[in-house]
């Protein structure tokens, strides 16, 4: 994704704390899919609203290929209810429901792990 990437990530971080709401798009309150929604409209992308949406935008990409600014997809059963940014290093920046607010989180902790359904590289 290059330099575009890390573009996204500097502008997801500057959500970090930002309280979680439910439908929210703005830096008064995002719910997961809103934040990743709102940082790509700031980049020039326009990504459907929802998560399960968003998962069909893009590339697919492995695993152990993600890259910086790649959107990251949860669930269960190989359905899409959660969605977050990839920042590197194996974390990603997110509107955690339990967290209530936007912080970064492991892919590789036991939770995201065993919810992990998808990534894709948004063109």
Not at 58 to 71: E, M
Not at 78 to 88: D, R, T
Not at 90 to 100: D, P
């Amino acid at each position: 994704m290059g330099d575009r990437g890390y573009e996204v990530v500097e502008l997801a971080q500057q959500y970090l704390g930002t309280p979680y709401r439910s439908g929210g798009t703005s830096t008064n309150g995002v719910d997961c899919s809103g934040l990743t929604f709102a940082v790509y409209r700031e980049v020039g992308v326009k990504l459907p609203r929802s998560s399960d949406e968003q998962v069909n935008v893009g590339a697919p990409v492995s695993r152990d290929s993600l890259a910086p600014g790649d959107l990251i997809f949860f669930g269960s059963s190989g359905n899409v209810s959660h969605v977050g940014i990839y920042a590197g290093g194996g974390e990603f920046i997110h509107a955690s429901t339990s967290a209530r607010s936007v912080r970064f989180d492991r892919l590789d902790t036991k939770y995201f792990a065993n919810r992990y359904v998808a990534a894709r590289r948004v063109p």
